[in-house]
């Protein structure tokens, strides 16, 4: 690689550096994703911040937020960051302090701001450390993931790419709040947290929510998981609200997340289960990710599935400050069960049904179509920003819980009671084969026309297919999002791969099964969903092409 002086700009020296393109710079559903020793390569990350400038245009004059999970390699790719931003004509850069920032939090600063989009760093729930995943993702204007048309753009840029543009200038003091001016260049550092708690304030009923974490009859723990959302969560329930001081724990973020897995489910925050379950005076806890967009909610000894909680979320709104003007609509991820959809039938609103992957609620948003949303993947979130947000429904939870006087456990069994019970769950192989797992998606693909009819354990297949979604905005097709084997008895199963590791294959199997039979709402979920997992079994033939006799993860 060599570089060659190009003409000055602001009175800085922008260098032209010559490059190749790095195969494999494809954005996965949430950005790109590889281990910190691909980034860390020279060029690697420039290539792909020049891509994306690329396809942005004109960034004359412009401006940019920046910000990222805090994980090994942040600091050292925000000051990478900045040199091309300014490179490419941005005069205006916006940076968390230490530059942190939480995906929800980056969401609300760009809308806030009316920036020229985002860049945010993090690999979410993956594991980090110098051997483990870094990742980088662009938000738009609306502060939404990058379309699938855009993310496409962006990797065909990657595979023609020649050179990218640098500033020659020092490092940025990243830690010191306050402006500093390089040749024109506003490098504005904010306090990460302060913006998004002031939109929670908007949104929910603090003062109620006070009172409640203030009773003596009521204790929560939130698990920053040594992530981004500790210094959020502390900020917000211990020092806006009341809570007692260490109410958050692992709330001081690490760049390897404590040497811990921040994905918030009952096995990686298991000490956070431990901890609800055996304490007689906490009633609620809750725990996000890595990047602080993903949450889990408990009561004691009381599981809340993803799926219920974005149901009694839409069935609670309108007693909620922020949504009392009523939801235009909601939407779930396919694999998400049809909690929700009973919800919006009770209510006449409407309700969609998208792939995985956030960037596709975000239209329907814009489009004043939705206000809330949520995937099975611990992910829920409204058009507050563009993004889920882990917060923001731990909030939510809390001001349901203020508002009703009930525990958790109470909310969510009144709502089965009254709509019914979506049995449901999700069991992960991780790092399976790769060319394993794609024959066997293969293989249902080509056997899906074959199945409609037949029975399996009792259960017959009424449809099967590979889910395809048409955006009713735009009319972009997304194809092969996963398949989906509906039973007639009210049953279904879904398999997909997921597209946020950056080795090996993790294959998901989801399902799930109505019922409402009042004296069959509080079985086991596994137990309930027995004869459906068995089904999944002889169909899919996991363990023959995966050599998996169990899943790695239940949830």
Not at 152 to 157: A, D, G
Not at 197 to 220: G, H, P, T, V
Not at 288 to 304: A, E, T
Not at 463 to 468: R, V, Y
């Amino acid at each position: 690689m060599s570089t060659t002086s190009q003409k000055p700009n602001r009175n800085m020296n922008v260098i032209k550096v010559e490059t190749k393109p790095f195969e494999g710079q494809k954005p996965g559903t949430s950005g790109l994703r590889k281990k910190v020793s691909e980034f860390a390569q020279p060029g690697y990350l420039e290539n792909f911040v020049q891509a994306i400038f690329n396809v942005l245009g004109n960034c004359q004059d412009k401006s940019l937020v920046i910000g990222g999970d805090g994980r090994y390699f942040n600091r050292a790719a925000i000051q990478t960051i900045l040199r091309l931003a300014i490179g490419n004509g941005f005069t205006r850069l916006i940076v968390g302090q230490g530059g942190l920032l939480s995906t929800p939090a980056a969401s609300c600063l760009i809308r806030q701001y009316q920036t020229f989009g985002g860049i945010i760093l993090s690999a979410s729930h993956n594991p980090a450390g110098p051997d483990e995943d870094f990742g980088i993702k662009y938000n738009g204007e609306n502060g939404g993931p990058a379309t699938e048309a855009v993310t496409n753009q962006i990797f065909s840029q990657t595979q023609s790419l020649d050179h990218y543009l640098s500033a020659q200038i020092d490092d940025i003091d990243l830690d010191t709040l306050g402006k500093t001016q390089v040749a024109g260049v506003t490098i504005e550092i904010i306090d990460p947290v302060a913006d998004y708690a002031n939109l929670m304030e908007s949104i929910f009923d603090f003062a109620k929510i006070s009172r409640l974490l203030q009773r003596d009859d009521f204790a929560m723990c939130f698990d920053g998981m040594h992530a981004i959302t500790g210094p959020y969560a502390i900020e917000i329930l211990e020092r806006r609200l009341g809570a007692a001081a260490g109410t958050v724990i692992n709330g001081v973020p690490s760049e390897d997340f404590g040497g811990h897995h921040p994905d918030p489910n009952l096995v990686h925050a298991k000490e956070l289960v431990e901890k609800v379950n055996a304490d007689p005076a906490l009633v609620f806890a809750a725990a996000s990710d890595g990047d602080g967009d993903r949450n889990m909610v408990l009561g004691k000894n009381f599981y809340i599935n993803p799926c219920d909680s974005l149901a009694v979320l839409a069935a609670y709104a309108e007693k909620i400050p922020g949504y009392q003007q009523g939801l235009s609509g909601v939407a779930r991820s396919m694999p998400t069960s049809p909690a929700v959809d009973r919800v919006a039938t009770v209510r006449g609103i409407e309700c969609f049904e998208t792939p995985t992957g956030w960037k596709f609620f975000g239209n329907l948003m814009d489009a004043g179509r939705i206000v809330l949303c949520g995937e099975e993947s611990f992910g829920t979130g409204s058009d507050h920003v563009r993004e889920k947000d882990g917060l923001w429904a731990v909030l939510f939870w809390l001001n349901i819980l203020a508002e009703s006087g009930k525990t958790p456990q109470q909310v969510v069994t009144e709502h089965w009671q009254r709509y019914g019970r979506d049995y449901f769950t999700r069991h992960d192989f991780e790092g399976v084969d790769s060319e394993s797992a794609s024959n066997l998606v293969s293989r249902l693909r080509q056997m899906l026309p074959q199945l409609i009819g037949q029975t399996y354990v009792g259960l017959t297949v009424a449809s099967a297919d590979d889910f395809a979604y048409t955006d009713p905005i735009d009319q972009s097709v997304s194809q092969s999002q996963g398949i989906r084997i509906q039973f007639a008895e009210g049953a279904r199963i879904v398999l997909r791969l997921s597209g946020t590791e950056t080795s090996g294959a993790t294959l998901r199997l989801y399902c799930d099964r109505f019922e409402d039979a009042p004296d069959r709402l509080q079985m086991d979920p596994q137990q309930a969903l027995a004869e459906v997992l068995q089904a999944a079994d002889q169909i899919a033939q996991i363990q023959q092409f995966t050599g998996r006799s169990a899943p790695d993860v239940i949830t």
